[in-house]
């Protein structure tokens, strides 16, 4: 079966065409994602990058066809399938980190018990305001008052705002 798929796809494609069309959109996409990662011409850039980016995924995926005997041939060294598996790790990394950074995701959630008074994370946490403001001073993050917010003691700290939020979550887990 696969011997007839890549035979029909060498003929349909032939490697002599397929392969400088791939090697030039590949070429086109990285330029366009360096213009967009520079902010340059972002309109226009934009959208010829994502449509020329779906047509790479098509030509790629008949140059992987046309090609398949040699791919597989060649993920059978390791140093091949670290590779390629380093690159999907590194994917996975940026795509999930980008989710939080969307307006309305996590980072609305993030936002706003960074913006919370002590005594308002207290009851949405189920924990007594005394203990927690208690935890969090014992993790450097000292609380004047109930209606201080995290945001404002991980200043005073010299803490990011991320590593607040950590301190909260190991405060509440403690109290618990």
Do not use: C
């Not at 020329?52 to 046309?66: C, D, E, K, P, R």
């Not at 598996?85 to 960074?114: D, H, K, R």
């Amino acid at each position: 079966m696969a011997v007839q798929i890549h035979k029909r796809v060498v003929k349909l494609f032939p490697r002599k065409l397929i392969t400088p069309v791939t090697g030039v959109l590949a070429l086109v996409i990285g330029i366009s994602g360096g213009m967009l990662f520079f902010h340059l011409g972002e309109g226009v850039v934009k959208s010829a990058h994502e449509w020329l980016g779906m047509l790479f995924v098509i030509v790629m995926l008949i140059h992987i066809l046309s090609n398949w005997n040699a791919i597989t041939q060649h993920f059978r060294q390791r140093v091949a399938r670290t590779a390629a598996l380093a690159v999907v790790l590194v994917t996975g990394l940026f795509l999930g980190s980008g989710a939080i950074s969307q307006p309305g995701g996590p980072n609305l959630v993030y936002q706003a018990l960074e913006e919370a008074p002590v005594t308002t994370l207290a009851q949405l946490f189920q924990v007594e305001e005394a203990a927690l403001i208690e935890q969090l001073s014992s993790r450097g993050m000292e609380i004047e008052n109930s209606t201080q917010t995290i945001q404002d003691a991980a200043r005073l700290a010299g803490l990011g705002e991320r590593q607040a939020l950590k301190q909260l979550v190991g405060s509440v887990a403690a109290i618990r």
